[in-house]
């Protein structure tokens, strides 16, 4: 099971750090996405970690102001989230699918993941 946390309301300009944390099974092997859906919009790719954290991806609106980061030894997932603009607002929902040699050790859309967490809100008033 994957379990997103740290959302919450905060001001334009502000910061926050989403956690995605993973039980009942190693995390060490996944690939980790994190996804964002705004009312009425589609879920979105944010950002992308392999397995290793050697590889990361960014989706343009927030390069240079998130960071994805991991710690396997602790099974997490890091989203820090700087500079946020209220167009950052949105549920943000981890996922995870465990790497296969010889596969992409990024996915970026939705459907390349196999397992969700339940999504944290976030947001951001101006």
């Known amino acids: 099971q994957l379990q997103a946390y740290g959302g919450g309301l905060v001001q334009a300009g502000g910061s926050l750090r989403l956690s995605c944390a993973a039980s009942?099974?190693?995390?060490?092997?996944?690939?980790v996405g994190w996804f964002r859906q705004a009312p009425g919009k589609e879920r979105e790719s944010v950002a992308a970690?392999?397995?290793?954290?050697?590889?990361?991806y960014y989706t343009d609106s927030v390069k240079g102001r998130f960071t994805i980061s991991r710690d396997n030894a602790k099974n997490t997932v890091y989203l820090q989230m700087n500079s946020l603009k209220p167009e950052d607002t949105a549920v943000y929902y981890c996922?995870?699918?465990?790497?296969?040699?010889?596969?992409?050790?990024?996915?970026?859309?939705?459907?390349?993941?196999?397992?969700w967490g339940q999504g944290t809100l976030v947001t951001v008033s101006s």
């Open positions: 996922a995870a699918t465990p790497w296969v040699a010889g596969t992409p050790l990024i996915i970026r859309h939705k459907s390349g993941y196999d397992y």
């Open positions: 970690i392999s397995w290793s954290g050697g590889t990361t």
């Open positions: 009942g099974r190693t995390f060490g092997r996944y690939a």
